[in-house]
């Protein structure tokens, strides 16, 4: 979702909107928010070989597809306007770009294998806070028998029970690093958290003298991590509210009161226009994200977090009006509003309130 999309990248849309059809259908997602792993283990494979989405950022010489952040920001908003149940944030977009930002002979080994469509992978960073700050981390790692050793928890980590690989943010002697640890070390214990959004699973991690490997120090590294996180999930966020304002217009138009559809009247026509201009608004910040973090811009955290407040507030505003549109009907637990709402709320809180990210930018810029 760069500020002007290419020919390629339209095609793209047009490819992730046509598997999506058939892997992220409204009944497809209610069947895997329910099942046991969270995810379709057929459409994460058929998404690697057929589509390469989880290769988009990795290089063609370790099995990646060689594409930029711009593809990737197309294919989050596809992906948000269908709810897909996928660790796509986690896997194609934190851990991946964690990875890159390594670039070890170990590191590479991982990219190749989440390129084939092999490895889950994850970052586990906050703590006690919703959005990444170097002080927060309490965790300890610590250098011990010429390996090292993580201590501490981290309870809220995106799709960590599915993953094979958690990037673990540690306290170091060296200041804070990013750790791998592998599905089934000694010491690890992950549970399954409950979550008001089924289609985006989350998990408590407990570390206890768990074997890890170093793959970088530094917060800059993460930095860089949270920002491209922050405008993909944006991305994602537009794509959501594009969904139910569409959904939204499609009922207004066919639903009848006083012998012409509710569409019509003007006050409803008013409420939608201003959906209208929010959702644009949203595609805009989002946009311009995507292009700072693609280009390294000096901006790129700034605009990073502006993405992340308007694009929050525009789809949970955008899922309440269309519960509310929809009246009766779309109060009820079988109408796809419900998803989107629920969607909406959880991406809201993740990776950090609005609120957290105002002192952020405010922060950045040097108001605080």
């Not at 989405?53 to 269908?82: K, N």
């Not at 799709?159 to 306290?171: E, K, P, S």
């Not at 790129?300 to 507030?313: D, L, M």
């Amino acid at each position: 979702m760069a500020l002007i999309t290419t020919d390629e990248q339209e095609a793209l849309r047009d490819v992730m909107r046509g598997f999506l059809q058939k892997y992220s259908s409204e009944s497809v997602v209610r069947t895997v928010m329910d099942s046991d792993t969270g995810y379709d283990p057929d459409a994460w494979r058929t998404a690697a070989e057929q589509i390469g989405v989880q290769s988009l950022l990795i290089p063609e010489e370790i099995g990646g597809g060689g594409y930029g952040f711009g593809e990737l920001a197309v294919v989050m908003e596809e992906a948000g306007r269908t709810l897909f149940p996928a660790p796509l944030l986690s896997t194609a977009v934190l851990a991946t770009t964690a990875l890159l930002a390594v670039d070890t002979p170990v590191a590479q080994d991982y990219l190749a294998r989440i390129a084939a469509g092999e490895l889950i992978a994850t970052v586990a960073v906050s703590e006690k806070l919703l959005h990444w700050d170097p002080e927060d981390i309490a965790t300890v790692a610590s250098e011990r028998d010429g390996g090292w050793r993580l201590t501490g928890s981290k309870p809220y980590v995106l799709d960590g029970t599915q993953a094979g690989l958690l990037l673990v943010a540690a306290r170091s002697s060296a200041g804070v690093a990013l750790f791998a640890v592998e599905a089934g070390s000694s010491g690890l214990r992950v549970t399954q958290r409950e979550s008001m959004d089924k289609t985006r699973r989350v998990a408590a991690v407990t570390f206890e003298d768990t074997p890890a490997a170093l793959l970088g120090v530094g917060w800059d590294l993460l930095r860089d991590v949270y920002d491209r996180g922050l405008t993909a999930l944006a991305c994602e966020q537009v794509g959501g509210a594009q969904a139910a304002l569409d959904m939204t217009i499609g009922y207004l138009n066919v639903r009848q009161q006083f012998g012409r559809a509710i569409g019509s009247f003007q006050a409803i026509k008013h409420r939608c226009a201003d959906l209208l201009v929010e959702v644009e608004s949203a595609r805009s910040a989002a946009a311009y994200a995507s292009a700072a973090v693609a280009s390294g811009a000096d901006d790129a955290s700034v605009a990073a977090s502006i993405a992340k407040v308007y694009c929050s507030q525009a789809f949970y505003h955008v899922a309440a009006e269309c519960i509310q549109m929809h009246g009766g009907i779309g109060f009820t637990w079988e109408h796809p509003a419900h998803l989107y709402f629920k969607r909406a709320k959880s991406s809201e809180a993740l990776f950090g309130w609005p609120a957290d990210h105002r002192d952020r930018i405010a922060k950045l810029i040097g108001l605080v």
